[in-house]
């Protein structure tokens, strides 16, 4: 009998060229070899069977929506293959809802909400035999054991990295939690109003490392809200400006937090290279912003919207339709903010959604009493996605309305790059241009390469 000797993490489901973050928290704490299977496909489960047939266990980090089905199908081709090994779920959606993942028949374990120190310990007494918990929670963040990421974990990291505009662009991620209580918005109930991340010195060594290994010349942060702390934010960008770190860097942000910096900090982010800011703006309309406690104003996106324009920001706006107790004027207002927008500040990148009830937010149980239906299994939770209707006060003739409204959108281009990297070309590919070159009296390389060959 073969040795049990790895531990398999999986992500299951198109990633968006995102840095798997969340199996590299957990391999980055494991003492056992660790084999990540990204944008895991059943075919790719063949491809490992070795492995799997001989894993420790299997941890698969999921969230609601699409990805559960990729995963299910995922898990179902694990146990075909290993019927034995022990599959542990974790991630936003096994968080929120616990025990009814655990129901389903291709889960074994379930770890809620921060997992690296669960599930370490939960490997050690797999190996030991013990028996454990079915579900697992430590309710701690320990913000000097934030995890390091091993970037070693990955192969292949250029299919990471985003081309586009002559950027080249990867995902980082340097904190977790939100201490605001946006009510539709579940982060509250896995961290609390909490909040953890790196110092600044980590997070500009780590860039300049990514700089210097794969030639990247754009970040942009996956952080819940990288400027929850403006000083440390402010403390970042003056950092790569004292450092001489060229980088295009983007990141999410709250409109209202923002809306507190004065000239001096927004030239300060425009000259540090910042390219991108995205925020929640929600809603055109006030009373849809104060029921979703947002603290912020339709004046105030406009503004946000414009301050970006000016210092040569792309704003990335996230809005939605169809909150519980919204009005048709209310949702008119949210569509007249949206095309004020596209005429005032043309390089504004709205994204158009219909309001989805996720389980652990604050308007869930209201959307529960106005007659939403919950999936009632793990399969059902996989129809759950932002452009398709699932309450009933919510139309099909405003989801149409809304898929239409995003279609309308013109292919966003990244405008002038702040920083631009040379392109990073092959020594192989410099060697035989070199070659090229050279002339003899009579003939190229290149010809006597031919003759060669004849």
Known sequence: MHKR?????????????????????????LKDKVLILDEATPDLVIKYKDEIKNAICVGISTITGPHIKHSLE??????????????????????????????????????????EKAFQDLVENIKKGKKTEDIIAYNYIDKNNFPIYNFKLIKDIEKYIVPHMGSRTITLYTQQGCPYGCKFCAINSVYGKKYSGWDIDRVIILIRDTIKKYGINGVYFDDDNFFIDKKRALEFADKLLKRDIKINWGAAAGINILSSLNTEEWELLDRSGCKRLSAGAESGSQRTLDML???IAPQMIIEFANLCYKYNIIPCLSLMVGVP????????????????????????????????????????????????????????????????????????????????YNASLPTQKDYTLKFKQKPRISVYIRRFSRLLRKKDKKETILNRYFKKKK
């Open 293 to 295: 406690n947002k603290r």
């Open 325 to 404: 107790g919204e009005t048709q004027e209310d949702i008119e207002e949210t569509f007249k903010l949206l095309a004020m927008l596209k005429e005032k500040v043309p390089t504004t990148e709205p994204v158009l959604s219909l309001y989805t009830p996720y389980p652990g937010t604050p308007l869930y149980e209201v959307a529960l009493k106005m007659g939403y239906k919950e999936p009632q299994s793990l399969e059902g939770w996989a129809e759950h996605y932002l452009d398709n209707p699932t309450t009933p006060w919510i139309d099909q003739s405003l989801g149409e309305r809304v898929k239409k």
């Open 74 to 115: 995922v898990a179902r081709q694990i146990r075909g293959v290993n019927p034995c090994v022990p599959l542990v779920w974790g991630g936003w959606h096994p968080s929120l809802k616990p025990r009814q993942t655990l129901k389903n028949k291709y889960v074994d374990k379930v770890i809620i909400g921060q997992g």
């Open 5 to 29: 000797d790895k531990v398999i993490l999986v992500r299951a489901g198109p990633s968006g060229k995102a840095i798997p973050h969340a199996l590299l928290a957990l391999a980055a704490n």
